[in-house]
């Protein structure tokens, strides 16, 4: 069925590109050399072309290894160069008038700065945040506090995200982001997702980038919007290569370790990247709740010792100017054992006396693994004409075990009452398979792009469950079962980009048609769920650059968050004697419409506004059972509307001092569709800033912190306040080829959450935490030839995930 539809895309996409080749719009191109005083050519350099009438960017490149450069696909008009390079001075040509043919520039030789000039250029970095017209770019190399942690750790220091009890993420207050991986959508989603992340080292990430309001090139999901994590990949010719170990202490040892080896030549890029991550990791919850007269205040410590390894390794082969291949290979393996304690004195309201005590264990061993394989062509002629072509292939498999011993003790625990043992063995398997096209040309005087997209996951999850008596495992059939779930996503969009003077306009629409199967059998039942919908999904952007200080931008988009399948997988999975966890078959997607308002002031401080209204909205719901037993399971509970106040500023206080903070205010207001669902409402304040000093003779300290007012999580817990001070220092040796970070996370531990929450007759108050007090220390080794810090090179950003190095 893959190969099928594979073929009707390709058929597709050769029909539509021989139509549009016809009805390229002609433009004109500028071409040059940058040449050292002494005729060197000037490699690697970023290069701009700015329009004279009111200095914007036209468009931004780099030169070749010849010092060359060139702009293709230009009106006619005046303009003038810029460039910047390390040693040299900045340069700004005279006026260039375009008019009615392509222009070869004469050479341009730059002029050597001071000595005490270049000295600055080199200490220089990019910015922790960058704020772009289209996303938030949170570097990770700009901030010495992400030294040892793990990529879910990272997403709570980047702007504007909020982790909240479930590890749920949450931007500009709203719940549903998608994770994508170097521009692709990760197939992983729930739990799944986090375990994968939590393997994954901030060393290996180069940044996170946040989009808010994607335009129909991108994928419809995700309500909130995309997170894209970003990893290293070395740019440079020759040789090259990094080493590192860390080691981190809370309340427990973790040991981390990377290597990375790249080696790239005018034809070919190979690289490999391998880390792992080892130890143990603790977290506690407590829920105090009351139902049907009783009160059961659970307290509850979990210990993870986790052993993970990272592999990446793939190959770019520049074929010709105009064709790059790229084979991309990825694996991640984690073997988890974890241990989960918990005591349940159980209460009756009405005198306060404990009647019983239940002590639980639940001691789980998991083995997974994630392999993921990536195709990719890309062609780009000079004419404006580009297309990018991926076929991805997965599989991820999880081995899980879960044993779970449970004792009732009366109320001073001197009398085993009773006891109750189950095992189960819950083995998940998922498969992905996509294909995807983009293609772009320029228009009418604009930019057009199309493109298609064919997605099919398929998920087999079977749960055996088993009553153990006397230490015996006895199968019970009518409590085990296998859900399989096959999602088919066929998708495709158009997109139109047009600029006139100061005015930039952007509109289009993505179409995306869902086949969903999901089949529930055991002995008592077959039960099947299929849904086959389509929805329009269009995306608009306006922007207007006033001036060289100010340009404002108004944005609205509609998306989708569709269940996952751990959502709508209907196990009933046993958390202990008392509580257990089911998913929801009917389940139903919902829906946000977004509008953003946004202004930026000398490319530095943005403010941005904007309203969502989110309908069907699903949230973790813990409803009250007879005997005391809980289910928590996902429903659509509500209408949600969400108004968001973001400002970000990037500053410095002095040459050694540097600043950036970001503010978000944001508006939650629930209204119910179910009767027992409590409609709630909060404003919520979230801060984030960070304070580097360079103190001098190599040595920078940094301060960071944030700060969360009371909010809602999940539209359904009322949390306090709680944010971490953090602390670290970094020192380098060897001609910077090594580099030590001193690190300290959550220095006065205020990270812990607290919150309530009220379903129908039930009530819960808790609060939980995870072993977030940590000091870390690493050790980095940079080998072979050194960055040119003065060029620019292109990455796999989301806004050119399928450009392989060399393929501009």
């Given amino acids: 069925m893959i190969l099928k539809y594979l073929q009707k895309i390709t058929l597709l996409l050769a029909c539509f590109i021989t139509a549009t080749y016809t009805a390229q719009a002609q433009g004109f191109a500028i071409k040059g050399t940058f040449k050292e005083p002494n005729g060197s050519p000037i490699a690697f350099a970023a290069v701009g072309l700015m329009r004279s009438a009111d200095s914007t960017l036209a468009k931004a490149g780099n030169t070749d290894e010849a010092g060359k450069f060139s702009f293709t696909n230009l009106s006619a008009g005046n303009y003038y160069i810029t460039t910047s390079y390390i040693g040299f001075k900045n340069f700004k040509s005279t006026t260039i008038a375009l008019a009615s043919q392509d222009l070869d520039l004469p050479a341009y030789t730059l002029e050597a700065q001071g000595s005490e000039l270049a000295e600055v250029n080199l200490s220089s970095q990019r910015q922790l945040v960058e704020v772009l017209a289209d996303k938030t770019v949170f570097n990770v190399q700009g901030t010495l506090n992400a030294t040892g942690t793990n990529g879910f750790e990272l997403l709570r220091k980047a702007p504007g995200v909020v982790v909240d009890n479930n590890d749920n993420l949450i931007v500009e207050g709203k719940n549903g982001v998608q994770i994508f991986i170097d521009g692709k959508l990760s197939v992983l989603t729930g739990q799944d997702l986090v375990n994968y992340l939590k393997t994954v ?131 991640n393996f984690s073997d988890v054992n974890s241990r989960n304690t918990s ?177 529930l059998t055991n002995t008592n039942q077959n039960n099947n769920v299929h849904r086959n919908y389509t929805n329009l999904f269009p995306s608009a952007g306006l922007t207007y650059q006033h001036n060289q200080s ?77 005997d005391g037993q809980n289910a928590i399971m996902e429903q659509n509970v509500a209408t949600q509307e969400v108004w968001n106040l973001s400002i970000a500023y990037p500053f410095n206080v002095a040459k050694w001092w540097n600043v950036y903070a970001s503010v978000n205010v944001s508006h939650n207001a629930f209204k119910g569709k179910n009767s027992s669902f409590v409609a709630i409402s909060q404003t919520t304040f979230n801060f984030y800033g960070q304070n580097t000093f360079n103190v001098g003779k190599g040595w920078k300290f940094e301060v960071s912190g944030w700060f969360n007012s009371p909010s809602i999580w999940g539209g359904t817990y009322l949390t306090q306040s709680l944010g971490s001070l953090d602390l670290a220092l970094q020192k380098n040796f060897m001609k910077d080829r090594l580099n030590m970070r001193l690190s300290f996370s959550d220095v006065f531990f205020t990270s812990p959450w607290y919150g309530k929450m009220q379903f129908g007759d039930l009530r819960i108050t808790g609060n939980g935490g995870w072993e977030s007090r940590q000091g870390r220390i690493n050790f980095t080794y940079t080998f072979g030839r050194k960055e040119i810090k003065g060029s620019r090179r292109r990455g796999t950003g989301i806004d050119d995930e399928n450009n392989r190095l060399g393929g501009n």
């Fill in 201 to 331: 080292q901030s060393a290996d990430i180069e940044a996170i980038e946040i989009i808010t309001q994607p335009s129909s090139k991108y994928d419809a999901a995700g309500t909130a919007g995309i997170i894209n994590i970003k990893f290293k990949r070395n740019k440079n010719f020759g040789t090259n290569g990094s080493a590192g170990v860390g080691y981190a202490y809370g309340r427990y040892s973790k040991y981390n370790a990377s290597l990375s080896l790249n080696n790239r030549t005018k034809r070919f890029n190979v690289f490999t990247n391998y880390s792992n991550r080892l130890g143990n990791t603790w977290n506690f919850m407590n829920l105090d709740r009351t139902q049907q007269g009783m009160r059961y205040a659970l307290e509850s410590n979990n210990v993870n010792d986790n052993t993970s390894h990272n592999i990446k390794g793939g190959v770019d082969f520049f074929a010709h100017k105009k064709h790059t291949f790229g084979i991309l290979l990825n694996g």
């Fill in 343 to 519: 005591s349940t004195p159980v209460i009756k309201l009405a005198n306060g006396e404990t009647q019983q005590v239940i002590r639980a264990e639940s001691i789980t061993d998991m083995q997974y693994s994630n392999l993921t394989g990536n195709l990719n062509y890309r062609f780009a002629d000079t004419l404006g004409h580009t297309l990018n072509i991926d076929l991805d292939l997965g599989q991820y498999t999880n081995s899980r075990t879960n044993d779970q011993p449970n004792s009732i003790y009366n109320a001073n625990e001197t009398l085993l009452l009773g006891r109750t043992n189950y095992f189960m063995d819950t083995p998940i398997s998922i498969g992905i398979a996509s294909a995807k096209a983009d293609y772009e040309q320029n228009l009418w005087g604009g930019k057009l792009g199309v493109g298609a997209k064919f997605s099919i996951v398929s998920t087999d999850n079977t749960f055996n469950f088993y009553s153990v008596p006397d230490n015996k495992r006895i199968f019970d059939s009518k409590r085990s079962n296998v859900f399989k779930y096959t999602e088919n996503i066929n998708a495709g969009y158009l997109n139109y980009n047009y600029r006139w003077k100061k005015v930039n306009i952007q509109a289009g629409v993505r179409l995306e048609n869902t086949i969903s199967d999901g089949t």
């Fill in 550 to 626: 100010n340009s404002w931008g108004l944005t609205y988009s509609r998306r989708i968050e569709r269940p996952n399948y751990q959502t709508l997988n209907p196990f009933r999975s046993q958390i202990d004697t008392l509580m257990f966890r089911a998913g929801n078959a009917y389940l139903r997607p919902q829906y946000v419409d977004n509008i953003k308002l946004s202004h930026t002031y000398k490319y530095t401080l943005t403010t941005a506004l904007s309203y969502s209204y989110i309908q069907d909205f699903f949230a973790q719901i813990t409803e009250a059972l007879p």
